[in-house]
């Protein structure tokens, strides 16, 4: 939900590829097949941490199933543990227009949506989302836009953690 990575991206993490100096993450086997790397937002910086406090000797996966598992987690774990919290009330879990049950892609929406909706630009939603640029963007756009995606992230992250409101515009 912090990153609006696709949740397969995500569970595949290995340390390797997080960056606690420059706050960065790579994630190297997206469903574009580049390597995409993105800013960490404090919430999220918080989380890492304190995966790798707990991170088992040997073991290369961030959000590890345990010493029992060659991979990351399930795809559903983020979904279900939080199904879990809310003691799995279906009703906080469907739509209340469509009636279908959420789930985690949902929340890739939502964040585009919220971009879009309050001006951030349009080219570093769609670079965080991981999304194939139309050819001419990607031809001449060559930048990461890790600032401009820093500080997007770090609003989104400050409108989920209730620091900020959900219609505060663009701080770029």
Avoid: C
């Amino acid at each position: 939900m912090l990153t609006s990575k696709r949740v397969n991206e995500v569970s595949r993490l290995k340390w390797q590829h997080v960056n606690f100096e420059y706050k960065t993450v790579a994630i190297t086997d997206t469903k574009t097949g580049d390597t995409d790397t993105f800013p960490i937002s404090s919430t999220l910086l918080q989380i890492l941490e304190f995966q790798y406090e707990q991170k088992l000797e040997g073991r290369d996966w961030v959000f590890d199933q345990g010493k029992y598992s060659d991979k990351g987690f399930e795809l559903n774990a983020p979904l279900n543990k939080l199904k879990r919290v809310l003691g799995g009330r279906r009703q906080y879990f469907t739509d209340p227009t469509s009636k279908k049950l959420a789930t985690a892609h949902g929340f890739r929406t939502t964040f585009r949506t919220w971009a879009g909706n309050i001006g951030y630009d349009h080219t570093a939603a769609e670079k965080q989302l991981t999304h194939k640029l139309p050819k001419i963007i990607e031809t001449y756009m060559k930048s990461p836009q890790l600032e401009t995606r820093r500080i997007m992230l770090q609003h989104w992250d400050d409108v989920i953690t209730g620091k900020a409101r959900v219609d505060e515009v663009a701080r770029i």
